[in-house]
């Protein structure tokens, strides 16, 4: 057998194992996403990434229970008001005062842009981080990558509208975690490409 053939041969069982070690991969990041903590340190700040109801109602709560000084809103569509906001959230007088809104991010890798910028701006060292369960993985790469020496306290919250306690079942979520696990790892990689932003330039993550 000359090593044409061997090679013809080795690249099946290669691609195989690839793909199992993707799906076991995939399972593990769908059976182990982060939970809703019951209890959360104070920081200096709070940041909520749009997308979602419920991350805002979460963050919201959080300022209005002084676990951070302020909260930034970060990718806000250019057409919606910090009253609108407020009253989609239910927010109180510290939303009035305590509240910013980002309308410059357009993805995870904008919102860790902005949300450095704002820690920046304030003197922040420490931030609770809130977006869906699905999505905070991907989030704590982009984050600690552009702010390496500020502390991210995680919080997760389910996301609106879908249960993805069933996914395997539910097309939907399925689609929705597999959409993400491959960002996720694409994030993964190309953030390991080079040192921190705050060091040298980022490779960008759309």
Not at 106 to 135: F, P, Q
Not at 145 to 163: A, W
Request: proline share 5%.
């Amino acid at each position: 057998m000359d090593s044409t053939q061997g090679k013809s041969r080795i690249w099946p069982w290669a691609l195989a194992g690839l793909v199992g070690v993707y799906l076991a991969g995939f399972i593990l990041f769908a059976t182990s996403l982060p939970e809703t903590p019951k209890t959360v340190e104070p920081a200096d700040g709070i940041v909520t990434l749009t997308g979602g109801g419920a991350r805002l109602d979460a963050a919201v709560n959080l300022l209005e229970h002084h676990a951070g000084k302020r909260l930034l809103i970060s990718g806000v569509h250019s057409t919606t008001t910090k009253a609108d906001l407020k009253r989609l959230s239910n927010g109180g007088a510290r939303f009035d005062c305590c509240a910013d809104l980002g309308f410059a991010a357009v993805d995870t890798h904008g919102n860790a842009d902005e949300t450095r910028d704002w820690v920046k701006r304030h003197g922040y060292r420490s931030i609770i981080l809130v977006t869906a369960s699905y999505h905070m993985r991907r989030s704590l790469i982009e984050f600690s990558t552009d702010m390496p020496s500020v502390k991210l306290e995680p919080y997760p919250v389910e996301p609106d509208g879908i249960d993805l306690s069933g996914w395997w079942h539910d097309p939907h979520a399925l689609r929705l975690l597999q959409s993400e696990y491959a960002k996720y790892l694409l994030s993964l990689v190309m953030n390991s490409l080079g040192p921190p932003k705050d060091q040298a330039g980022r490779h960008h993550l759309t």
